[in-house]
């Protein structure tokens, strides 16, 4: 048999290689019309990029390693002009010779591939604009690159076209310094995956300096010298240095066409489950081809690699009379940005919609692994699946942790004809650095498989809320930073309270941050006699991605630009150390007071490499070295957080040297408190506050009173003789901070465990912890002698380290404060 494979990349090689292992008499013949065959084209961008130094290691086979490994006779810059199907030849023309000659075939694989679309637009040709498709667009794309990042004004680049090229070709010239503008006409970026998904993408996109101007075209190119001037279709002009064309591509069927093979519905070949085309002896395979699709119905064209290696391996199969079938495309796929990933598989909203298929969707913000570990974030995982029997139809991912496992699992179990009831039962690896006894995926099950038995019921960002409750159970202070206008904040640990008058008939719209406690809600309501009841799938954090109402993007390079508060002073020691400060999963004030008790055993000019998973460190951190006078040298993104770079600029040292000749510092700042309350989350939030002014150097003192008081009991404190009264007052009051109880939503104790459990998830400080950490920072805790008598507590009853005084002591503590607060 002689085969004759057209194309030598993907789903050509991977035939020719497949039917040489079949068959060793076979005679194989690839033809390629570019320079180069087999080579990694996923990698492009990251060679222009500079991950990936070495260009080689993109050529992962050459016609010698292929002829001495496999036999294979594989010609470059050969290209196939016309085939005769009847006579079974195939004219190849040498494109550096220019000649041409007949090769004869049993049997022909088309294996084109496809091509870059390029836009009819004026100056669309100029030089400067590309494409990116193979070895040779690369390296034209960094030599360009490369010479203008020696420029005065550096790299200016604009890509054209938001799907995952475009965006992996924008990340990495980006890395590489440049000014990046992407241009993108849908209103979205990343096409298979939905507008909730794809936002949380364009956030990160933009808080690494990538500029989107979506639901935009470009409409024109000019010349600008060396550079290009793009028009846009708003009016407005962008000057590039590179222009990087990545609309889409469009499968190459010229030579099909001419041998009278049929195309598909969609312009691609068309083949059926064996790979064979409609002309006997021709086969297809790759991005050439039209395929069926796993979910929706017809054939559609995925140019994705992995399908394509498939296919030719089916392909070859069936050529060497083994029958094997190609079933089906479910479009699984994947993208770096930056420090996010995003995957998905099977169909979107869009592609259900449009086909008529009925679809339920459920949203869940799970973190990538259990987030009492360290390095760990939310995703946002959304399912999508049929609301009759819950079999599968997609799933989309973003998020920094273990988001593309997530889809790999649910791609499987679609494949495998799966339902969400079977998430729901998958057992899946778990320690605490890679997972959770209840993986994202097994939580996704969870809920839809509650909506479809009817435990629970969502609702939707789009949805109408006419004539309904709406009703939010998050805390009040979430509740006024963002809210819909016209909800009601009714906290969850005030529901049972508050549900007592309200009409049962009355439809309710629940939500919550994430849906969790909404959920909660929902069922509460549901049990109590409630007939119209649905919670927001998602939460907050899916509203605001779905309708884009969401914070402004962290401007890291506005923050470094802030001027210290204290003047820097840099020392010149003999020699310098570098402390790496690990603070991811610690809860805010934790970085903070590990950052100001680090630097503290420094000397000027000493460094600290802080990584930290919560970004409202990238606020914090400059913040406080600011107020210190410690020199904030760097600040990026780091996953869902942030590292940043603390240098000791000797300000102390400064001060203390120019004492004589200047005025006299002003004094230390400090902060007062009187805490009455014996609530646990009051008390947390007053000794969180405590120990940020510690860490930022101020004085702080805190003065008990009342229940207050009851926080610095000393669980182990010695037996004493004490009075009737006073046995009783102890009996009906907490023996110590952690016995402290919940303000709102305590339940007898089960809201107190649920927020304690929940903290030591989450890396916060106890109470007594927080309380430590204050006296070891040197904090003064008060206790009120007056409220120590009335309750019959002695000094021996209290926590090591506390002091006593009455309200003068008080009063001469917060004349000297700058505030004072009373909790």
Same mark, same amino acid.
């Given at each position: ?151 005065? !004004?550096? +790299?200016?680049? #604009?890509?054209?076209? *938001?799907?995952?090229? /475009?965006?992996? &070709? =924008? @990340? %990495?010239?980006?890395? $590489? ?121 017809? !054939?559609? +064209?995925?140019? #994705?690699?992995?399908? *394509?290696?498939?296919? /030719?391996?089916? &392909? =070859? @199969? %069936?050529?060497?009379? $083994? ?123 969870? +809920? ?376």
């Amino acid at each position: 048999m002689k085969l004759v494979v057209v194309g030598g990349v993907a789903a050509g090689m991977s035939l020719a290689a497949r039917v040489r292992r079949l068959d060793e008499d076979a005679e194989i013949l690839v033809l390629e019309r570019g320079h180069h065959v087999s080579f990694a084209n996923c990698g492009l961008p990251y060679h222009v990029g500079e991950v990936i130094k070495d260009r080689d290691r993109l050529v992962l086979q050459t016609p010698q390693s292929l002829a001495q490994s496999l036999n294979l006779d594989v010609r470059l810059r050969h290209e196939v002009i016309d085939v005769d199907a009847g006579s079974r030849n195939v004219t190849v023309r040498d494109l550096d010779s220019g000649r041409e000659f007949i090769e004869h075939y049993d049997e022909l694989a088309l294996c084109m591939g496809a091509s870059a679309i390029i836009p009819p637009i004026p100056g669309v040709d100029l030089p400067g604009i590309h494409v990116l498709r193979s070895l040779s667009d690369m390296d034209q794309i960094k030599q360009r690159a490369d010479k203008a990042l020696t420029s005065p !004004h550096g +790299l200016r680049a #604009l890509v054209v076209g *938001a799907g995952f090229i /475009g965006l992996e &070709a =924008a @990340e %990495n010239l980006r890395e $590489r310094g440049a000014d990046v503008h992407v241009v993108e006409m849908a209103p979205q970026i990343l096409p298979p995956v939905d507008r909730e998904i794809a936002a949380d993408a364009e956030r990160t996109m933009r808080s690494h300096g990538i500029k989107l101007h979506l639901g935009t075209a470009a409409t024109a190119f000019d010349a600008d010298g060396p550079a290009i001037t793009a028009t846009l279709d708003d009016g407005s002009r962008i000057t590039a240095d590179l222009v990087v064309l990545a609309i889409g591509v469009r499968p190459l069927t010229e030579l099909a066409v001419a041998a009278g093979v049929e195309l598909g519905a969609r312009g691609g070949v068309k083949v059926d489950n064996h790979q064979r085309t409609t002309i006997e002896h021709i086969w297809a395979a790759g991005d050439v081809v039209e395929s069926p699709h796993t979910v929706l119905p017809g !054939h559609h +064209l995925v140019p #994705l690699a992995g399908p *394509a290696n498939r296919q /030719g391996r089916v &392909a =070859a @199969e %069936n050529i060497c009379g $083994r029958e094997t079938s190609y079933d089906s495309t479910q479009g699984t796929s994947v993208v770096k940005l930056f420090t996010m990933t995003v995957a998905a598989t099977g169909a979107n909203s869009r592609q259900l919609q449009a086909a008529g298929i009925d679809f339920s969707m459920v949203h869940v913000h799970p973190t990538g692994h259990a987030g009492y570990y360290p390095g760990t974030s939310p995703m946002h995982l959304k399912v999508l699946f049929s609301p009759d029997d819950g079999r599968l139809l997609g799933a989309q991912c973003a998020g920094f942790d273990g988001v593309e496992k997530r889809i790999d699992v649910i791609a499987t179990a679609l494949r495998m004809g799966g339902s969400v009831f079977d998430l729901e039962k998958l057992e899946l690896s778990y320690a605490p650095p890679y997972g959770s006894a209840k993986d994202p995926v097994n939580m996704a099950g969870f +809920l839809a498989s509650n909506t479809i038995l009817g435990d629970a019921r969502l609702w939707y960002p789009g949805d109408s809320l006419e004539g309904c409750r709406v009703i939010d159970v998050r805390e009040p202070t979430e509740f006024d930073v963002w809210h819909l206008d016209g909800s009601e904040n009714v906290p969850l640990g005030t529901l049972r309270e508050a549900l007592t008058d309200w009409d049962r008939e009355q439809p309710v719209r629940l939500l919550c941050a994430v849906g969790f406690r909404s959920y909660l809600a929902h069922r509460i309501l549901v049990q109590r006699g409630f007939t119209d009841i649905a919670f927001l799938s998602g939460g907050s954090a899916t509203y605001r991605a779905w309708t884009g109402d969401q914070p402004d993007v962290v401007d890291l390079s506005a923050i470094i630009s802030q001027e210290p508060l204290i003047a820097p002073f840099t020392a010149a020691p003999t020699e310098t150390q570098t402390v790496d400060l690990d603070c991811t999963g610690l809860a805010c004030p934790g970085p903070i007071m590990r950052l100001s008790e680090t630097m503290k055993g420094l000397r000027p000019g000493d460094e600290i490499v802080a990584t930290v998973s919560d970004m409202g460190f990238a606020a914090d951190g400059p913040a406080w070295a600011r107020r210190n006078g410690h020199e904030l040298v760097s600040l990026e993104q780091s996953g869902a957080g942030v590292r940043a770079v603390f240098r000791h600029s000797g300000a102390v040292v400064a001060q203390a040297a120019a004492a004589s000749a200047a005025p006299a510092p002003s004094a230390k700042a400090k902060n007062s408190f009187v805490v009455f309350s014996g609530d646990m989350d009051k008390m947390i939030a007053a000794f969180i506050i405590a120990n940020g002014a510690l860490a930022l150097g101020n004085d702080v003192s805190m003065f008990f009173t009342f229940w207050g008081l009851n926080a610095l009991r000393d669980p182990k404190a010695p037996k004493r003789d004490m009075k009737p009264m006073d046995k009783m007052f102890k009996a009906m009051m907490p023996s110590g901070a952690d016995a402290l109880t919940l303000s709102q939503m305590n339940m007898g104790g089960a809201g107190t465990a649920m927020i304690k459990n929940v903290m030591k998830q989450h890396n916060v400080p106890s109470v007594p912890e927080l309380i430590q950490s204050a006296i070891d920072g040197g904090a003064r805790l008060i206790a009120c002698t007056m409220t120590m008598d009335l309750l019959g507590i002695d000094k021996s009853d209290l926590l090591p380290g506390v002091d006593f005084g009455g309200v003068a002591t008080f009063l001469d503590e917060a004349g000297d404060s700058q505030t004072t607060l009373f909790i």
